[in-house]
């Protein structure tokens, strides 16, 4: 099994609460019944905020475009102070029916972006 470096982003965050931001692919269709799904090791994610003013940030992990209670994944209404960026270091693994979603309490003022590694399920 070999791992590839990737990186995600940058993105502009939106109110949305519910935006889907990473998800690994899927498998897909061809000869001898197609390719695995892929996964990601997610390592890294920086939120920069780039206005005068605080902003918070909020995400979650489970279902596409889905913030449920109880899947709170980091930074939870967490201010991000103005001009200034936050980091989330760890190991994540996300499968493909895993999205991280999420956003920001104005809209395009923060940028989402991180790196990891991605690897084939099967």
């Known amino acids: 099994m070999t791992l590839k470096p990737f990186r995600f982003g940058p993105l502009a965050l939106t109110t949305t609460l519910t935006t ?3 998800n690994p692919p ?15 090791i997610l390592t890294h994610v920086r939120i920069v905020n780039k206005t005068t003013g605080n902003i918070t940030v909020s995400f979650w992990l489970g279902a596409t475009a889905s913030n449920t209670a109880g899947t709170e994944i980091f930074w939870q209404g967490t201010t991000v102070p103005p001009n200034s960026f936050i980091d989330w270091f760890g190991r994540l ?9 999420g ?6 003022a923060a940028s989402i972006e991180g790196e990891g590694e991605i690897g084939v399920s099967g």
């Open 20 to 22: 889907n931001i990473l």
């Open 26 to 40: 899927t498998a897909t269709g061809g000869v001898n019944a197609g390719s695995s799904a892929q996964y990601i």
């Open 93 to 101: 693994r996300m499968d493909s029916a895993d999205f991280l979603v």
């Open 103 to 108: 956003g920001c309490n104005t809209a395009t």
